[in-house]
């Protein structure tokens, strides 16, 4: 089973991808927040602010350019310790579409080469069980829809007992009903399992329905603008909408959010408009 | 709470309740296909007969069936068939080895493109019929010499098509292998070579074309034994019967050929089709 223990740590992070000298793009600046273990942390911004980019830096598939990213571990009193296990769902899903559900789920586990077949197929079928969809494991993803093709993606990253479960806007693709469906499904999971998450999104009903901390961004080049506890009881569904706090939150959010996306509409409409 | 792909009960009910399509014969692509092949033969026949042309320049169908028996039974039509099937067919998968392996080289790998990118495009345009001659000084008329013509024409369609299909596979998934794990082997064999299996097999319908083209050609220059031999030997002895017999099998192996390939590429491509 994952530790909850390690927590993600950055210190003044920043990414400026300089593929073209004269006009490097300056993708994240000056990040320090902390994703504490066994909780979720939502990331909120306008688009391109460099919310992903921050995910990327956190799973090691991009390195800052300045700053400090630290794993921390919190049952060792805080020292810093190795990269801990992490595992990713995608918004355009990223099933590898030659492969049945029961395939794409045991593809991770079949690249460790530590389990037996059974012990892997095992697994994969509890985890796709978890996301409601035993019965579709010889399925191809063409033939699920695109709520179900996501929850494949879920049971796909669960099924690696990470550490740290990385949520790259994993509903951004759906419609308004999948999407509250697999909100109440995804809360449900993360509050059962304790997980640590960390989740990039657009919404922010989707950030207050899941997330115990909201760190919200600035338009580019993006920093953290604010880190809002969310107190709102769990378990969590689309009946916590109706807790008076949630209308304050959601205000609160929106009122920081207003803000950037204009300056980033201003940004992208150049100094002419 | 499960969403349902399939159409619900009620749905089902409704469709089950429209009356039957009415099809005709016509409708069936393959009544249409092998109905113009026979009506075409029929037209043939009774043209020749009505018209009385002379069989050294357009000889019966019949009188080409019976030719055509008469030369599996005693002419050994089979032999020539199967050694040309076989020149085919080993220099067409010495042709998909390399050229698979050379692509996926080239795909992946930068410095490789830049040198071969040059190569490609200096060798690809080139007709390989041409090389017929410079060919047969390196390596005689024999077997290597077949092999290697045959093997030319394959290889080409099937490296430009790996190195697409390499190329135009998603990021998104290489991004989930890295994700869950995967080295840069297994993302090569695991990822990159599945997703350009359509582009490979596209490649290697068209070199197969090719390479029978070549070795018949080869056959027809230089062979001594192989249809394109016997095709040329017919044709100098005027025997139009025997021309068109071995003709005939050349496009019967085509139709096979096609059919195979085109039942292999809906295997391969279950998940596409599904």
């Known amino acids: 089973m994952p530790s909850p223990q390690i927590a993600v740590e950055f210190k003044d992070v920043g990414l400026v991808f300089a593929t073209d000298p004269s006009a490097p793009v300056v993708a994240l600046s000056q990040a320090s927040c902390r994703f504490a273990p066994g909780k979720v942390t939502a990331i909120i911004g306008p688009s391109g602010c460099g919310k992903s980019t921050l995910l990327q830096i956190a799973r090691g598939f991009l390195a800052p350019t300045r700053g400090t990213l630290t794993f921390r571990d919190e049952a060792n009193g805080d020292k810093p310790t190795g990269r801990p296990t992490m595992a990713t769902v995608w918004q355009a899903f990223n099933l590898f579409p030659w492969l049945t559900v029961l395939e794409n789920v045991t593809f991770g586990l079949e690249l460790g080469g530590n389990l037996s077949r059974s012990e892997r197929e095992a697994r994969a079928r509890q985890a796709i069980a978890a996301v409601d969809l035993s019965g579709f494991e010889s399925k191809y993803p063409r033939q699920l829809s695109g709520g179900m093709r996501q929850r494949v993606g879920i049971a796909r990253a669960l099924v690696m007992q990470p550490d740290i479960l990385l949520l790259d806007e994993p509903f951004g693709a759906l419609d308004a009903q999948t999407r509250l469906v697999l909100q109440e499904q995804l809360a449900t999971l993360v509050e059962t399992r304790g997980m640590t998450a960390i989740l990039i999104t657009h919404s922010i009903e989707e950030a207050i329905l899941l997330g115990d901390t909201i760190i919200v961004m600035s338009s580019r080049p993006g920093r953290i603008v604010s880190e809002i506890k969310v107190d709102l009881p769990r378990p969590r569904s689309l009946a916590t909408t109706q807790d008076p706090e949630y209308p304050r939150l959601f205000d609160r959010i929106y009122g920081l959010l207003r803000d950037e996306v204009m300056q980033a509409i201003t940004a992208e409409q150049g100094p002419s408009a | ?274």
């Open chain 2, 1 to 274: 709470m499960t969403d349902r792909p399939l159409a619900s009960a009620a749905a089902q009910a409704e469709i089950d309740a429209l009356p039957p399509e009415r099809k005709s014969l016509l409708d069936n692509p393959r009544v249409l296909g092998w109905g113009s092949i026979v009506l075409a033969l029929a037209v043939w026949e009774i043209g020749a007969r009505l018209t009385g042309v002379n069989s050294l320049y357009l000889p019966k169908p019949s009188q080409i069936v019976l030719s055509l028996i008469e030369m599996f039974r005693s002419g050994g039509l089979l032999t020539d068939l199967l050694m040309t099937l076989y020149r085919i067919f080993a220099g067409f998968f010495i042709a998909l080895f390399v050229g698979t392996l050379l692509g996926v080289w080239i795909a992946t790998s930068k410095r490789v493109r830049s040198v071969a990118d040059m190569w490609i495009a200096a060798l690809y345009p080139l007709p390989k019929i041409t090389l017929i001659p410079l060919l047969i000084i390196w390596l005689g008329t024999g077997g290597p010499f077949m092999l290697t013509i045959s093997a030319l024409g394959a290889i080409f369609p099937i490296l430009i098509n790996t190195v697409l299909g390499v190329q135009q596979s998603d990021p998104g998934l290489v991004l989930a292998a890295r994700d869950l794990g995967a080295t840069q082997r297994q993302i090569i064999r695991r990822v990159l070579i599945p997703s350009a299996v359509p582009s490979i097999f596209a490649g290697m319908r068209l070199g197969l074309g090719v390479s029978i083209i070549l070795v018949v050609a080869a056959e027809m220059v230089v062979g001594k034994t192989g249809l394109g031999a016997r095709l040329y030997l017919a044709g100098q002895i005027l025997e139009t019967e025997q021309v068109f017999a071995v003709l005939i099998v050349l496009a019967t192996l085509g139709i096979i050929v096609t059919k195979i390939q085109d039942a292999i590429d809906i295997g391969l491509g279950r998940w596409r089709l599904s």
